[in-house]
C-alpha cells in the first residue's frame, strides 16, 4: 500500500477544505450563536488546522483558509 498522496486527491482535500470556509463564513455571517452552530465552527476550524498542517500541498492558497480558522 502507498501513502503516496495524487494530485485528484489533493483536489478533492482542498476542496473540502473550501466547503468548510464556506460553512464557517456562512454561519457566523448569519450571526448564530447556538451551541450547535458554534461547535460546528469549531468542528471545521479543527478540520482545517489539520489540513493545513499536512505535507502533501504544492502551490495552494491557504489566505481565505487562514482566515476562516482564526475567524
Same mark, same amino acid.
Given at each position: ?8 486527491? *489533493?483536489?478533492?482535500?482542498?476542496? &473540502?477544505? =473550501? @466547503?468548510?470556509?464556506? $460553512? *464557517? ?5 448569519? =450571526? ?6 458554534? @461547535? ?7 478540520? $482545517?488546522? $489539520?489540513?493545513? &498542517? /499536512? ?5 495552494? @492558497?491557504? @489566505? /481565505?483558509?487562514? /482566515? &476562516?480558522?482564526? &475567524?
Amino acid at each position: 500500500m502507498s501513502d503516496t498522496i495524487t494530485t485528484e486527491e *489533493i483536489a478533492r482535500h482542498y476542496s &473540502a477544505m =473550501g @466547503d468548510s470556509v464556506n $460553512l *464557517i463564513n456562512e454561519i457566523i455571517d448569519s =450571526g448564530a450563536d447556538d451551541q450547535d452552530s458554534l @461547535d460546528t465552527i469549531a468542528r471545521n476550524k479543527e478540520h $482545517l488546522s $489539520l489540513m493545513v &498542517a /499536512k505535507d502533501f500541498w504544492t502551490n495552494e @492558497d491557504f @489566505d /481565505k483558509v487562514n /482566515k &476562516a480558522i482564526n &475567524a
